[in-house]
T-cell receptor, first 112, second 114 residues
């Protein structure tokens, strides 16, 4: 079936450290891939997306590349800030439908 | 811009009570949906709608009803609340068509069923 698997957290980093949050997926067809971020007490908001293989999504210093050969969409940031502390969700949108599947979320805590 | 507005933000119910979670969006999005968020399980789709008068079931529809009489509103009804429905509920709409579009989420409604 269709699914998204992302690394369990929490992930704790010092400010300015390099961040990687792994995400792999299983899906039929050609899904769109997303990273959403949820700050405390808020709803999810789109961080970045990629709609086809080899596309790179980027926003606010975060990047992720749609890798069809490895069915992955890992999130990276070169230098995290305390303000990046949040829960990050990897998600896919099933092509030809209006259905999205979310991973379980990875909590990131950045220490000053 | 109001975006997606959910009410109430917090609610406590007793088992067997009914209630409606309200969702409204002012972006003229055709697609709207309801998710529940539970620890360790991410977000799961309850029901969705691709336009006024059209609704369909998601992954976990049991115990919930929806209707879509206008483009703006998409209420979620719990007919007889159960403790298993304790969760945080998010309403979301899509900008664009299909699943390449961006989901816009409300701030969530935290429901506790005793």
């Amino acid at each position: 079936g269709n699914s998204v698997t992302q690394m369990e957290g929490p992930v704790t980093l010092s400010e300015e450290a390099f961040l990687t949050i792994n995400c792999t997926y299983t899906a039929t067809g050609y899904p769109s891939l997303f990273w959403y971020v949820q700050y405390p007490g808020e709803g999810l908001q789109l961080l970045l997306k990629a709609t086809k293989a080899d596309d790179k999504g980027s926003n606010k210093g975060f990047e992720a590349t749609y890798r069809k050969e490895t069915t992955s969409f890992h999130l990276e940031k070169g230098s995290v800030q305390v303000s990046d502390s949040a829960v990050y969700f990897c998600a896919l949108g099933l092509s030809g439908t209006y259905k999205y599947i979310f991973g379980t979320g990875t909590r990131l805590k950045v220490l000053a | 811009n109001a975006g997606v507005t959910q009410t109430p933000k917090f609610q406590v119910l007793k088992t067997g009570q009914s209630m409606t979670l309200q969702c409204a969006q002012d972006m003229n999005h055709e697609y709207m949906s309801w998710y529940r968020q539970d620890p360790g399980m991410g977000l799961r789709l309850i029901h969705y709608s691709v336009g006024a008068g059209i609704t369909d079931q998601g992954e976990v529809p049991n115990g919930y009803n929806v209707s879509r009489s206008t483009t703006e509103d998409f209420p979620l009804r719990l007919l007889s609340a159960a403790p298993s429905q304790t969760s945080v509920y998010f309403c979301a709409s899509i900008k664009g068509t299909g699943t390449s579009g961006e989901l816009f989420f409300g701030e969530g409604s935290r429901l506790t069923v005793l």
